[in-house]
């Protein structure tokens, strides 16, 4: 089998275990169905996710003068707190920043490789606790707006990891964390503002990934650096490829590069 299209973050949907989908310009391709096959990768050429042009991608799939102009990358993507849509406030394009900031948000603690807090909107959970490989998860407050997740995150990362060990996600070193035991020792360092939204829900939402086998020691593939590249695979987990080498490859770290994609 045989497919040509640009990378993006492949989509999954809840199972188990999690079914993983990449979409290329006119397939579609179930991943789980690849595992333990050969698999072989071939970078052809770039192609920003927004302008569509081939030039080498800068960050999250875009070329340099797409990142620094879409408000797909505003610097409220990756730093919540910065929103200011629900001030009525443009930073890029006030009509769309209005669209993803003022819906429902979660704040949440994942465990992947430790435990971690993070914002989502709700319409993406479960998932961001899927890409980010996390076993397990747990919600601590519902807010109306993405400021409000923003400053929560701020404020308890004070208290608990906000980063995931990649290395160790990848290579399963799991550790148990009671984590309604963690969200009761953060909720005193909620801000005022978010406070009324805390939830006290007992639940944990429990994940379980497509892998046979997990590597020892990760080795990481640069396929922009080597051309091409081909390995049985063992595994997927949050965007990543595990491959029977101890090799992984990250989809969403590799968005915007086009590619062909052989399948033995």
Known sequence: MQYEGVLRKMFTEIGEPIQYYMEFKNDF??????????VEFTFLHYECLNCHLDKPIFRQGFCQSCFFETPSAGDWIMRPELSTAHLGKEDRNLAYEKKVQLQPHIVYLANSSNVKVGVTRKSQVPTRWI???AHEAIEIVEVPN????????????SHVADKTNWRKMLTNQIDEEDLIGWRRKLKPFIPEEALDYF???????????????????VKS???????EYKGVLKGIKGQYFIFEDNTVFNIRGNEGLYVSLGIS
């Open 131 to 133: 890409d980010q490989g």
């Open 199 to 217: 939830i006290e829900t007992q639940n944990e939402t429990h994940l379980q990934f497509p892998v046979l086998q997990y590597p020892e020691k």
């Open 146 to 157: 993405r400021y409000l997740a923003g400053i929560t995150e701020v404020a308890l990362k």
């Open 29 to 38: 391709l179930n991943v789980n169905q690849v595992l333990n096959k050969s």
């Open 221 to 227: 593939l640069n396929l922009k650096k080597v051309g």
